[in-house]
């Protein structure tokens, strides 16, 4: 990397802790739907992918859509448990008051998601608007269009820009893109397979605690 001067950071998984609520709605309301899935089944198929996406996937795997009032049902009770129970990543906000460098978000989630976690967590002042989401580009993450995107948003250049990523997908995304990506997999919602795939996808290295990112930044540099 020849200067580093951008931090991508990813939303669910990365800055808060979103995604086993979400995915335990998704199965729910899937089942609900009279499609037999599991939590953890969900877990090791959609983590990381757009809802579009994951909904064609359910489409191919069961060969047949969802039915039409599915999407409207599933969000409702999604945005009900995240404002019950939402939190933010372990030691996300000591973390982003330390990084000096600029910032911004890239989601695979929907404009209106991205507001709503980070709002709920209080994480929303952190990142001044600057927040992309895959319905801003013709393709999701695993395709790079997305980190670009927000790197030309920001002008910056690729090379100059790391990618704060929890799932394959993502990385597979600032991987595609040119950019340096850094894996997070917090001790309890990970294993070594995890780190593995994260690595085998493309991340630089691993990390489980976000305490850890203000030094590794500094290394990066």
């Given amino acids: 990397m020849a200067n580093l001067e951008l931090v991508i950071f990813d939303c669910d998984g990365v800055l808060v802790d979103s995604e086993p609520i979400v995915n335990r709605i998704f199965a729910e309301t899937l ?8 939590y953890e089944e969900v877990t090791r198929q959609f983590v990381g992918k757009s809802f579009v996406t994951c909904l ?11 039915p039409p009032s599915y999407l409207a049902r599933s969000k409702e009770r999604e945005i009900a448990a995240l404002k019950q129970e939402l939190q933010a990543t372990s030691g996300i906000a000591e973390t982003l008051k330390e990084i000096a460098l600029p910032r911004c978000v890239a989601s695979n989630s929907s404009p209106r998601h991205i507001q709503l976690v980070l709002g709920l967590t209080g994480l929303l002042p952190h990142f001044d608007g600057k927040l992309y989401s895959c319905h801003h580009v013709d393709r999701p993450k695993p395709f790079p269009d997305l980190y670009l995107h927000a790197a030309s948003q920001m002008g910056k250049a690729p090379e100059n820009c790391i990618v704060i990523e929890d799932s394959v997908t993502g990385v597979q995304a600032g991987n595609a893109a040119g950019m340096s990506v850094l894996g997070y997999a917090p001790r309890d919602r990970s294993n070594s397979l995890h780190h ?7 991340a630089t290295l691993v990390f489980d605690d976000m305490r850890q990112l203000p030094n590794l930044l500094e290394q990066w540099k």
Avoid: N
């Fill in 31 to 38: 089942a609900e739907a009279g499609f037999a899935i599991t």
């Fill in 56 to 66: 064609e996937m359910i489409e191919q795997i069961y060969g047949r859509p969802v």
């Fill in 196 to 202: 593995e795939a994260l690595i085998a996808a493309g």
